[in-house]
């Protein structure tokens, strides 16, 4: 998980293992709960969540009833939605290059981890290079 500011600096970055998780949706769905959840904590400033998971994005953007095996992680993931003002995207996996790391460094390294205002120093790495790239 990878939070930004509008001007692409890092708030937070994070890694966390998944014990039990039935599929990379719902390993997907959790990191937006909690990615929400630290967000909303952290500013008060509109968030704008990216994914490269389009089966995510259709979920949490969905309306009217779910009933697939998430409905109730997706429930919670509205609820957080309709908290502040919120935005999920699709965006394809060669745009997120940085959170991809994070997640295979979680499940590789087989380790929590949270970095305040920084993150591993491949991802500082993947976040100036986006920068620069945004800014041509």
């Not at 708030?11 to 998944?18: A, E, K, P, V, Y």
């Not at 939605?81 to 940085?98: D, E, K, P």
């Not at 979680?106 to 945004?134: I, L």
Request: proline share 2%; glycine share 4%; net charge negative.
């Amino acid at each position: 998980m990878l939070l930004r500011d509008h001007l692409a600096n890092i708030i937070f970055s994070s890694c966390r293992q998944l014990f039990q998780c039935r599929d990379t949706l719902e390993s997907e769905l959790c990191a937006v709960m909690e990615g929400l959840s630290i967000s909303i904590q952290r500013s008060d400033l509109p968030i704008h969540m990216e994914m490269d998971s389009l089966s995510a994005v259709n979920l949490v953007n969905g309306i009217g009833t779910d009933r697939s095996v998430y409905a109730l992680l997706v429930a919670e993931i509205k609820h957080l939605m309709s908290l502040r003002r919120t935005c999920v995207t699709h965006i394809g996996r060669s745009q997120n290059v940085a959170s991809d790391f994070l997640v295979k460094s979680a499940r590789t390294e087989h380790r929590t981890v949270v970095w305040m205002d920084s993150g591993p120093p491949e991802v500082v790495d993947f976040c100036k290079e986006d920068c620069m790239m945004s800014h041509e």
